[in-house]
């Protein structure tokens, strides 16, 4: 994304340097978010626990979604249950947005 334009020495036809500078910073600004951005990457770790066959999800981060298969489907309304690729029957639920 450089623009030799941003730095080049003035001329008569140039543009001010308040004008060259904004438009540095147009150039420089959206590089500079890119590059932090890369660095505050968070680790997006989903927590949870099985207790007496039962899943919780105690902690998960904003803008992850876990999704669960239950295959135990015993008891569970048939109109519930959803067919994988392989044909098995299974119940599903959904934690986070």
Do not use: H
Not at 10 to 33: C, G, H, N, Q, W
Not at 51 to 79: F, H, K, R, T, W
Request: with cysteine; net charge negative; aromatic share 6%.
């Amino acid at each position: 994304m450089f623009d030799e334009r941003v730095f080049a020495p003035p001329s008569d036809e140039s543009p001010s340097d308040e004008d060259r500078l904004l438009k540095a910073i147009d150039v420089i600004v959206p590089l500079l978010e890119q590059t932090i951005s890369l660095f505050r990457k968070e680790k997006k770790v989903v927590l949870g626990s099985i207790e007496g066959g039962v899943l919780s999800i105690d902690e998960l981060p904003s803008g992850v979604v876990v999704e669960v298969n239950d295959y135990d489907i015993e008891g569970v309304d048939e109109a519930d249950l959803e067919e994988d690729a392989e044909g098995r029957l299974f119940s599903s639920c959904q934690w986070g947005s």
